[in-house]
Structures are given as structure tokens and as C-alpha cells.
């Protein structure tokens, strides 16, 4: 097995291992309440206190 094959196994198994971290942390229940946040940002209005509590409640994640 020459050295580049062996590299580009690793390097599928950490970018496998990468991804489906991600997924799972995207996906999560914890995660679901600031991303309900942010996802109700664009249709708040500007002057609306809603969008600093939410905007302060994505920062401090």
C-alpha cells in the first residue's frame, strides 16, 4: 500500500467522522431552541425588543 492511498483512507475516515459530528450537534435537542431563534429573525420587526432577546439568546452560544 503506497503512502498517498493510505493518507486519502485517513483522510475519508476523518471527514467522515467530521461530518456526521456536525450532523448530529445540527440536529440535536439542545440546539433546536437557537435555531428556532435565528430562523424567526428575518420576519421580526427592526424596533421589535423580540429580535435583541433573540439576537442576544444566538450570540451567547
Known sequence: ????ALIDSVWTVVVL???TGIFL???SDR???????ASR?????DDDD?????????EKN
Open 41 to 45: 429573525l428575518p420576519l421580526e420587526d
Open 50 to 58: 423580540r429580535v435583541e432577546n433573540n439576537i442576544k439568546a444566538v
Open 1 to 4: 500500500m503506497s503512502w498517498i
Open 17 to 19: 467522522i467530521l461530518f
Open 31 to 37: 440546539n433546536k431552541a437557537d435555531f428556532e431563534a
Open 25 to 27: 450537534w445540527a440536529w
